[in-house]
């Protein structure tokens, strides 16, 4: 029997509940894992709220975690017992042990703590897909981006700042602006008592950004489109505040394009998965980016860890640990 935090329906945060699980052996191509530290995302508020539907429950929460193998399934020849190794997109996370396939995972750096790996694998593979896939950032772009002091805003700030780009990024506090800015955010505005729409055209001198990386959603939108230039590109991939409702495609008025990209799709393979946990391993070896766990809960107490991330009042990244 293992520890892990299940939901047996969807809702708030009290829906989370500590249960002890049976663990089936490792599956053909799976290996087990003994966790040391698992990453706490906003995608599972999502999934726990019933925003984002899972395929069945009861269901263990999380996509990301970090630790040793200590079994292997059938056919598994890239990973031995006692590897180090991480994950950051697959269900069922939140639990001091458990089965993934092994294509999903990549080896750990002696170098990266599980805590860095646990607080990092999904926020800075996202990161990495945003400024070197969706759209090719450089020391040319000038970019919106929401949510600048969270866990992929932190890394995003400092990511940014290594491909020289210009990042105006929005927070909710005096004191994640001061976070943002000590990370590598070039101007930061408040979005609970400024205007960004106004602030962001002060700033680029009317011109408006290249892009908008929009996290918030509902909130947020349509103002994010009236940041751009034309033809710019708005990159809507959250909803911490709730979807961004349908809208008319006249919307994207000045030639707008829009996309809604997600992480899974940029790592469908084993070969993508690997290639950008290896950029990210390599800016963090680099020192360009440092991972910040600013909250760390115990399993147990999950549905805190949640009541704080919902109520904005965490930064950087946060991890359980069991
Ligand atoms: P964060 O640490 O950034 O937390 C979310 C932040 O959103 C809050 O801290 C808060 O910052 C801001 N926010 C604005 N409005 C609200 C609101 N009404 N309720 C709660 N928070 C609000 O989370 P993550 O780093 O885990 O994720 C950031 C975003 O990126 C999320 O929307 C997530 O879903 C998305 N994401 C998308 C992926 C993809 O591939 N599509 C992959 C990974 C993450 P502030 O107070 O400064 O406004």
Not at 145 to 165: D, N, P, R, S, Y
Not at 175 to 199: M, P, S
């Amino acid at each position: 029997m293992v520890h892990a935090i299940r939901i047996h329906a969807t809702g708030g945060p009290e829906v989370l509940r500590l249960d002890d699980i049976e663990l089936a052996p490792p599956g053909p191509g799976e290996v087990r894992i003994r966790q040391r530290a698992m990453g706490l995302n906003f995608i599972d508020t999502y999934q726990r709220s019933g925003l984002y539907k899972l395929a069945a429950l009861p269901a263990v929460l999380g996509m990301e975690g970090a630790g040793d193998v200590v079994a292997l399934g059938e056919g598994v020849v890239d990973f031995s017992v006692g590897d180090r190794v991480a994950y950051g997109t697959e269900l069922g996370g939140y639990a001091e042990e458990r089965n993934v396939r092994a294509d999903r995972i990549v080896p750990l750096p002696e170098a990266v703590s599980y805590e860095t790996a646990a607080a990092m694998m999904l926020q800075g593979m996202t990161v990495r897909y945003l400024f070197r896939e969706t759209f090719d950032v450089g020391p040319q772009t000038v970019m919106l981006f929401h949510a600048a002091a969270g866990g992929v805003g932190l890394i995003a700030c400092q990511w940014a700042k290594a491909l020289g780009a210009t990042m105006i990024g929005t927070v909710g506090s005096p004191e994640k602006a001061a976070l943002a800015q000590a990370h590598g955010c070039t101007h930061v505005i408040d979005y609970r008592t400024e205007n960004f729409v106004e602030r962001v055209r002060a700033i680029t001198n009317g011109r408006g950004c290249d892009v908008v990386y929009d996290s918030i959603g509902r909130d947020t939108f349509p103002q994010s489109l009236d940041c751009l230039k034309p033809k710019g590109l708005w990159v809507s991939f959250g909803n911490a505040s709730g979807p961004v409702p349908p809208f008319d495609l006249t919307q994207l008025k000045g030639s707008l394009f829009a996309t809604r990209p997600s992480l899974m799709a940029y790592t469908a393979t084993a070969l993508q998965l690997r290639a950008n946990a290896a950029d990210l391993f390599a800016h963090v070896a680099a020192g360009r980016i440092s991972i910040r766990v600013n909250q760390t809960y115990p399993l147990a107490e999950a549905e805190r860890a949640h009541r704080d991330m919902e109520g904005r009042k965490t930064t950087g990244s946060s991890i359980l640990v069991a």
